[in-house]
């Protein structure tokens, strides 16, 4: 009955500390502002691809610049992941414009007709 | 405000409207010619622009080189091709080829049943199918025959396809190149356009067109590679590049082509790049076939 109620109180205690741990930890992910901004310019970046993708002016180095900012969003370096992903951004923006300013084909001056 | 300082403030705005025009200008003549209006060009008038350009340019090139690509116009890459051409790295792939249009398919039928003319049908494609609304280029129609018949179909940048395209190609050799756009169905000449839109679209971080090589610089050189016109470009694939180390379809150097200027390539025989085939082949029109070809 004591080992019991001793064994009942040991496992109440180890939740309890684990619980708080996972909590602290979240809480510490959750409330870092770096790692939330640098979240928010991946996911920014990501959508201006994807813009470029829509009017079929996707550039290579584009989804590259995503993944190094996700590796290094994952690693930790929160200042890196948020650079690389402004420029990944950046580049989508104007690929899109890119893309969306050649809708009308327009021969070039050099082909004479 | 005096006016007095109002007119200072207009005059010196107008100024600054005036020397970001002269920029803009100015960039736009470095980035080479100022791009018109799109004219309403027939095919033939592209034809006759692209093959003007090109002899005014090379004026001591004869049309008949020009399948040869860039060794029609680089003298000493010919030399080492002509080299290459005496033992050609695609002959195993021709011989391979060959196997496999004779080999029947599991349902004990072969490629001839599809290709009541072949396997010397190259000249037939790209051609426009009026029954399912697009191009269909020889790549496309063997595996649409393969999977008629209960095959899977093969992949469009290497592989299986290699060879026997090459096979195709080389029996061939000696067909004149003749696209020939119905009249009756707007919808090729759609499909014509939409290719040579993709062609004058400057895309990727380098911000180039296919243009921008095989038209306004053809001649010159990325790096150590001379740029080759772009009547010719269709009349040698497969090619056997020794880039690759291997034999390849003209969808994978239009991936390649677009990835070396950054940009992301469309999928191998999509409509794309079936109508950007389309496009290329019509301005070979009158051109000798001469597949498959050796290249750096």
């Known amino acids: 009955m004591r080992t019991k109620r001793l064994l009942s109180v040991l496992l109440l205690a180890v939740t309890f500390v684990a619980g708080t741990g996972v909590t602290l930890a979240a809480d510490a992910k959750a409330e870092n502002p770096k790692a939330v901004k640098a979240q928010m310019e991946i996911d920014k970046a990501d959508k201006a691809r994807k813009k470029a993708a829509s009017v079929e002016s996707e550039w290579t180095t584009t989804g590259k610049l995503i993944k190094k900012a996700q590796a290094a969003l994952k690693k930790g370096d929160y200042d890196t992941a948020t650079r690389l992903a402004k420029q990944a951004g950046e580049q989508g923006e104007i690929a899109y414009e890119q893309g969306a300013s050649q809708k009308e084909l327009r021969m070039p001056s050099y082909l004479k007709y | 405000m005096p006016a007095s300082q109002v007119i200072e403030r207009i005059c010196l705005e107008k100024r600054h409207i005036m020397k970001k025009t002269l920029i803009k200008m100015g960039a736009l003549f470095l980035a080479g010619g100022v791009a018109l209006a799109a004219q309403a060009a027939t095919p033939e008038e592209d034809r006759t622009a692209f093959t003007n350009h090109y002899k005014f340019r090379f004026p001591d090139v004869p049309m008949e080189e020009y399948p040869n690509g860039a060794y029609a116009i680089d003298r000493i890459g010919r030399e080492n091709w002509e080299a290459i051409e005496e033992f050609p790295p695609y002959e195993p792939f021709i011989d391979e080829g060959q196997e496999m249009w004779e080999t029947p398919f599991a349902n ?105 090589c095989h038209v306004q610089n053809t001649g010159l050189k990325v790096r150590t590679e001379v740029l080759s016109p772009s009547l010719g470009h269709t009349t040698h694939w497969p090619v056997y590049r020794s880039k690759w180390g291997t034999a390849g379809t003209l969808h994978r150097r239009f991936t390649g082509c677009n990835r070396n200027i950054r940009a992301k ?29 050796a290249r750096k």
Do not use: H
Request: aromatic residues 12%; positive net charge.
């Open chain 2, 108 to 212: 004990g039928k072969t490629y001839k049943d599809c290709f009541s003319d072949g396997p010397g049908i190259k000249s037939q494609y790209p051609r426009w199918d009026k029954k399912q609304g697009m191009v269909i280029t020889m790549a496309l129609a063997i595996n649409q025959c393969r999977e008629a018949n209960g095959e899977k179909a093969l992949k469009y940048k290497k592989g299986p396809i290699v060879p026997l395209m090459s096979y195709m190609a080389f029996e061939s050799r000696g067909q004149i190149t003749n696209v020939v756009i119905p009249e009756d169905d707007p919808r090729a000449m759609a499909a014509y356009e939409s290719g040579k839109k993709f062609y004058f679209t400057r895309r990727g971080q380098l911000n180039f067109s296919c243009a921008t």
């Open chain 2, 265 to 293: 390539p469309m999928k191998a025989q999509g409509e794309q790049y079936r109508n950007l085939e389309y496009f290329l082949t019509y301005l070979s029109n009158g051109l000798t076939l001469n597949g498959p070809g």
